[in-house]
């Protein structure tokens, strides 16, 4: 895939997690502060296994223009509502992008704001 | 890319890979595991809410959301409950990790440069608060000011 960086993939290769390269500067070092790098690999056994814990990782597809959105949810930092935004492309494979980090949310709402970055997570020609 | 920083990619990586054996960690990945056959069982029996199935636990629906969060840990008797209210078993299977090949980090090609870049931009912070692998390894010290090439 162009724009975007493999990060892991499961061991029967069905499931991989990729970054977008971008979005990397911001989303790797927010990785790495406090608990997130806990929540991140919980997140990734989750979908390397194909389970589902809708506190951890939820589907955002509110309508048609934000397809296959999903966001990974850090719960137990000092916000405790900062997002990373995904994108999930399916080829034989479940392929999901971390598209996007959105730090401090300030509520469950979604908003115009959050509407506008998943539209254009969703929208965003990943090849 | 030089050694040393080959090196300092894959210190990076096992330290990844270092968090997995977390013991708090691998609690909530098992854990995890429950939680995500209470939700599947909630969605199968009419979408049951978390607070229709904290007044059947006979607790709070903010309790529910804490053990989804990972904040708190399930135990043997909610377990006991959930199998009664859903009227199924939890069927235990040990398997041998040696079944199991683990999955490890790694990246790419070209964009090693730019983890390098942020390797050593948060390299305090990403070893203070990440466990060390238990085996010996040595850390080739990378100055905060060195410049690398994108």
């Given amino acids: 895939m162009k724009n975007v960086t493999k990060i892991t993939e499961s061991t029967n290769k069905r499931v991989v997690i990729y970054v977008d390269t971008k979005e990397a500067n911001n989303i790797f070092p927010f990785l790495f502060e406090g608990n997130n790098m806990q929540t991140f690999l919980r997140f990734k056994s989750l979908v390397f296994e194909n389970g589902r814990n809708s506190e951890l990782y939820r589907k955002e597809d509110i309508s048609e223009q934000h397809k296959n959105t999903y966001s990974i949810r850090f719960t137990s930092g000092k916000n405790q509502n900062d997002r990373i935004y995904c994108l999930e492309k399916h080829d034989g494979k479940r392929n999901i992008i971390l598209a996007k980090l959105h730090e401090n949310k300030r509520s469950q709402h979604v908003n115009k704001q959050i509407k506008s970055i998943l539209k254009n997570i969703s929208i965003k020609n990943y090849e | ?150």
């Avoid at chain 2, 959301?65 to 909610?78: E, V, W, Y």
């Fill in chain 2, 1 to 150: 890319m030089n050694n040393s920083e080959k090196n300092n990619i894959n210190q990076i990586i096992d330290s990844l890979n270092a968090e997995i054996i977390d013991e708090k960690l691998s609690a909530l990945i098992l854990q995890d595991r429950f939680i995500s056959e209470i939700e599947e069982l909630m969605e199968v029996n009419g979408n049951m809410s978390r607070k229709v199935l904290a007044e059947k636990l006979n607790t709070s629906s903010s309790y529910i959301t804490q053990l989804f969060r990972g904040k708190k840990f399930l135990n043997f008797l909610t377990l006991s409950k959930l199998q009664r209210i859903f009227n199924i078993q939890f069927k235990i299977e040990a398997v041998s990790n040696e079944k199991i090949e683990s999955d490890n980090f790694y990246f790419e090609g070209g964009n090693q440069e730019l983890l390098i870049k942020l390797i050593n931009k948060n390299r305090k912070a990403i070893f203070a608060n990440i466990p060390q692998p238990s085996y010996d390894m040595e850390i080739n010290e990378i100055s905060e000011n060195e410049d690398i090439a994108a």
